[in-house]
T-cell receptor
Framework: DAGVIQSPRHEVTEMGQEVTLRCKPI?????LFWYRQTMMRGLELLIY????????DSGMPEDRFSAKMPNASFSTLKIQPSEPRDSAVYFC??????????FGPGTRLTVL | GDSVTQMEGPVTLSEEAFLTINCTYT??????LFWYVQYPGEGLQLLLK?????DKGSNKGFEATYRKETTSFHLEKGSVQVSDSAVYFC????????????FGKGTTLSVSS
């Protein structure tokens, strides 16, 4: 079992650039979650999908953020254009039942 | 809405000390409760869970009991180790499958030898 896979693990970019974060959930899991973690705000839910359909995106900070899940084995979180305040660790998690979520290792994003 | 409140950290202990991290919740229904742990540089891992009142979750020497009367789910360990140093998150979820977890802000534990 490979667990939840996220790429890249680290991303450094300049303000204004587009950033795409990727997630592969555990095979067979039907719910996927994107979180952002910062020292100031802690762990925030950005968006989650059930059966590839976005259910709640109220946590997405603004229109610069978008997320897609084209199939059950892949999701992306895109920031365009990126800003320094987007610097954070972004986690993806998946679950099948009992709401026990399995987290990926995270992507550390630094926007200069 | 539903919410989780954890004690503020950091918590600093010596090895073999007793640990308690308080967690209380507010929920309209009968949620499932979780403790997650995050080691430095890693994602969150499920530590233990309880799905109904009076259930006790346990793992790696950690325990927490689902107390409906006090709406609490305090994490305890009788003798902490340096390797327990991490951030601990209390969380709840609606029993409905596929809903998001609501996390507390996390409590940092630092154990020294």
């Amino acid at each position: 079992d490979a667990g939840v896979i996220q790429s890249p693990r680290h991303e450094v970019t300049e303000m204004g650039q587009e950033v795409t974060l990727r997630c592969k959930p555990i095979s067979g899991h039907n719910s996927l979650f994107w979180y952002r973690q910062t020292m100031m705000r802690g762990l925030e839910l950005l968006i989650y999908f059930n059966n590839n359909v976005p259910i709640d995106d109220s946590g997405m900070p603004e229109d610069r953020f978008s997320a897609k899940m084209p199939n059950a084995s892949f999701s992306t979180l895109k920031i365009q254009p990126s800003e320094p305040r987007d610097s954070a660790v972004y986690f993806c998690a998946s679950t099948l039942r009992d709401n026990e979520q399995f987290f990926g290792p995270g992507t550390r994003l630094t926007v200069l | 809405g539903d919410s989780v409140t954890q004690m503020e950290g950091p918590v600093t202990l010596s090895e073999e000390a007793f640990l308690t991290i308080n967690c209380t919740y507010t929920a309209t229904g009968y949620p499932s409760l979780f403790w997650y742990v995050q080691y430095p540089g890693e994602g969150l891992q499920l530590l233990l869970k309880a799905t109904k009142a009076d259930d006790k979750g346990s793992n790696k020497g950690f325990e927490a009991t689902y107390r409906k009367e006090t709406t609490s789910f305090h994490l305890e360990k009788g003798s902490v180790q340096v390797s327990d140093s991490a951030v601990y998150f209390c969380a709840l979820s609606d029993r409905k499958a596929g809903t998001a977890l609501i996390f507390g802000k996390g409590t940092t534990l630092s154990v020294s030898s």
